[in-house]
Nanobody, 121 residues
Framework: QVQLVESGGGLVQPGGSLRLSCAAS????????MGWYRQAPGNQRELVAA?????????ADSVKGRFTISRDNAKNTSTVYLQMNNLKPEDTAIYYC?????????????WGQGTQVTVSS
């Protein structure tokens, strides 16, 4: 099992910044991807950004140039960060940490509890 602990959400004015963190512990070997999804009221959950083994990243078009995802691997913990700059009201959503472990013929997905990000003046 993988335990995920998220932090960093909150209320920020348009143009402001926030940094989300998600620490993964437990059975963290074979983590292939760590990332962030978000879900606004009435919308489907969407990928915001992900970082893969080897360091490659991908971003939603709406956040390119404003958000940066990074990953830090320690002995017993792997942490993914999402630096969000120049935030806009449309970034308001619940942000969920996502971790995927993969083997040759298996895969498991893990989700955090979600953290609220509200962008409003």
């Amino acid at each position: 099992q993988v335990q995920l602990v998220e932090s960093g959400g909150g209320l920020v004015q348009p143009g402001g910044s926030l940094r989300l963190s998600c620490a993964a512990s437990g059975t963290i070997f074979s983590i292939a991807t760590m990332g962030w999804y978000r879900q606004a009221p009435g919308n489907q959950r969407e990928l915001v950004a992900a970082v893969h083994t080897g360091g490659s990243t991908n971003y939603a078009d709406s956040v390119k140039g404003r958000f940066t995802i990074s990953r830090d691997n320690a002995k017993n913990t792997s942490t993914v960060y999402l630096q969000m700059n120049n935030l806009k009201p449309e970034d308001t959503a619940i942000y969920y940490c996502h971790v995927r472990r993969e083997g040759r013929s298996w895969g498991f997905d893990y989700w955090g509890q979600g953290t609220q990000v509200t962008v409003s003046s």
